[in-house]
């Protein structure tokens, strides 16, 4: 990174899109601490080790990226990639409700964009020249 290059947009915004994952992934942690006792599929153990791992990962990568680490670009990508993967494994596996049965095309629609997002900004040219990658 040239420390006097300016960070592209697309790096600010999925940067954000880190924090915002850590900020959501607390709420997840907390309030799966303080659940009240409700007939649940999966035990409160798995809520709360997800909104931890949702904590330290979205923290982490949206540091790094706001921060300009190199390692960062490669983390954002495969933390997007293992994020789409993890929300299908859960909805398919776990959720087993009637509004996830009739929301599942627009949870479609909404992983896609959000995937096209993250490569759309990692092949911009800016991107790559800011983590000194060609």
């Given at each position: 990174m040239n420390p006097r290059s300016p960070r592209p947009a697309a790096v600010t915004s999925l940067g954000c899109g880190?924090?915002?994952?850590?900020?959501?992934?607390?709420?997840?942690?907390?309030?799966?601490?303080?659940?009240?006792?409700?007939?649940?599929?999966?035990?409160?153990?798995?809520?709360?080790?997800?909104?931890?791992?949702g904590v330290v990962l979205g923290l982490a990568v949206g540091i790094g990226l706001l921060g300009g680490r190199r390692w960062?670009?490669?983390?954002?990508?495969?933390?997007?990639?293992?994020?789409?993967?993890?929300?299908?494994?859960?909805?398919?596996?776990?959720?087993?409700?009637?509004?996830?049965?009739?929301?599942?095309?627009?949870a479609v629609v909404v992983t896609l964009i959000l995937l096209t997002l993250v490569a759309y900004a990692w092949s911009r040219p800016s991107t790559r020249r800011y983590f000194g990658r060609s």
């Open positions: 880190g924090l915002i994952l850590a900020a959501l992934s607390l709420a997840r942690l907390i309030l799966s601490l303080s659940l009240p006792p409700l007939p649940l599929t999966v035990p409160p153990v798995y809520l709360t080790a997800t909104g931890a791992i960062a670009y490669p983390a954002a990508a495969a933390l997007a990639g293992a994020l789409a993967v993890w929300y299908w494994a859960d909805r398919w596996l776990l959720v087993r409700t009637d509004y996830a049965q009739r929301t599942w095309p627009a």
